[in-house]
């Protein structure tokens, strides 16, 4: 009774994690010129998130998120392009099916593995997956993609507008807000705490007889699954999609986000998303030959000098002051 009345308390909502989504619509009306890239903020938080599920709370550590991420936004801009099936929200269901298939099945044969191997497996499988992308071209339009797709308006009412975002940014948001709490739910039930089980002493779950492989296999079609989707908004809202949605910067670059914001963590995602691609976007425009430079010197000072990233620097800080620290 007492782990679970602990495991209860922590799954219970906690006052200030409104203030991510308030602030998330509060952009919609103070920055509606910034509401393009804050869109794809928004969808990156969503891969990140998923890439935190099984980096984070499982310890499977993998190069090849992005597999997913463009199975998605491949499986919606085909559907639109070759049988018009452009509907939004099927399309991510299909989406979040594709990926989550190809995550069990490539999950099944990878997670025999750990460490290095398993890095250098998932990392082939992206690339695999990318260049079986770039050969089929009659279904993908190979290096140049699949420009100018069509989608219906969301509810039959919401058109995309390719210039104001108005509709893709709340679409997005909606989306974000219904994986993350999924994900939530996911973490604070009792497999999730079996995965962190698994993260931290892998030998005791085997003495214990957990079915860990499974464990594994299934959070890792979960976290494809929902990379997936990410993928599938990416197109619908850019009505585009190309070999870039399955390359290795896309992978790393996610895998950045969440090591500066904090994995393991639920807003991890949140926080080394957006102070990333923030950080990016004016350190260009200041800056457009040497903005690299500044991106270089924020990730080695976080590295050095915040364990577990800038959240673990800010749960320091509270601890410090007598606080609690963040999810």
Known sequence: MTAARQLAERHRFKWWEVLPWAAGIAVFFAFPNYLPFGTQVLITILLALSLDLVLGYAGIVTLGHAAFFGAGAYTVGILAQHTGWNEPFSGLAAAALVAGVIGLASGYVLLRTQGLTLL???????????ESANMAHYY??????MPGLKFQPLLGLFPFDVLYFRS???YALAVLLVCFVLVRMLVYSSFGQSLTGIRENLLRMHAVGAPVRARLVIVYAISAAIA????ALFTQANAYVNLATLGLERSAGVLIMLILGGYGRLYGAFVGAIAYMVLEHFLAKAYPTAWQLGIGITLIVVALYARNGILGLSDALLRRLGGGGAQ
Do not use: I, N
């Not at 250098?120 to 990318?130: N, S």
């Not at 997936?228 to 993928?231: F, R």
């Open 228 to 231: 997936g989707v990410a993928g």
């Open 168 to 170: 893709q940014y709340v």
């Open 120 to 130: 250098m497996l998932t990392l082939c499988t992206m690339a695999l997956l990318e």
């Open 140 to 145: 993908t339009g190979g290096f140049d993609g």
